[in-house]
């Protein structure tokens, strides 16, 4: 499992206790799907949140404040999480296939699950 220090580095902030909802800044999102390959950690899925900063209305409920940033997190209601088949399958669809989604937003970035 990515250790704390790693996830520090990265700016990754876990909403709750455990590794569900590990909110990732868009721009560590490779090194973090890199980070959980080299260490044999599967993502098992990855839930949406709003990064709410200054001027910016949330797009989804309350959420914690962040602790790299400026502003807080919003939790973007969803039926269920996002699961894709591997890691690989994430590092495909948030290198390609999310920037050019038509419900593509730059403010919502991933919560990944690496624990179901």
């Known amino acids: 499992m990515p250790d704390n220090r790693s996830l520090e580095e990265l ?12 909110v990732c800044p868009p721009e560590n999102i490779g ?3 890199d980070l959980c390959e080299a260490d ?7 839930t949406w949140w709003c990064h709410v900063t200054e001027g910016h209305a949330p797009c989804g409920m309350g959420g914690p404040r962040s602790r790299y940033y400026d502003g ?9 999480i ?8 994430y590092r495909d669809f948030f290198r390609t296939a999310w920037p050019k989604d038509k419900g ?5 970035w991933p919560g990944f699950w690496l624990e179901e």
């Open 11 to 22: 700016k990754i902030q876990p909403v709750g206790e455990g590794l569900i909802d590990l």
């Open 31 to 33: 090194a973090f799907i």
């Open 104 to 108: 593509f937003h730059d403010c919502w």
């Open 72 to 80: 807080w997190f919003s939790e973007i209601p969803m039926e269920e």
């Open 82 to 89: 996002i699961r894709l088949p591997d890691n690989g399958a």
């Open 40 to 46: 044999g950690v599967p993502i098992h899925g990855f």
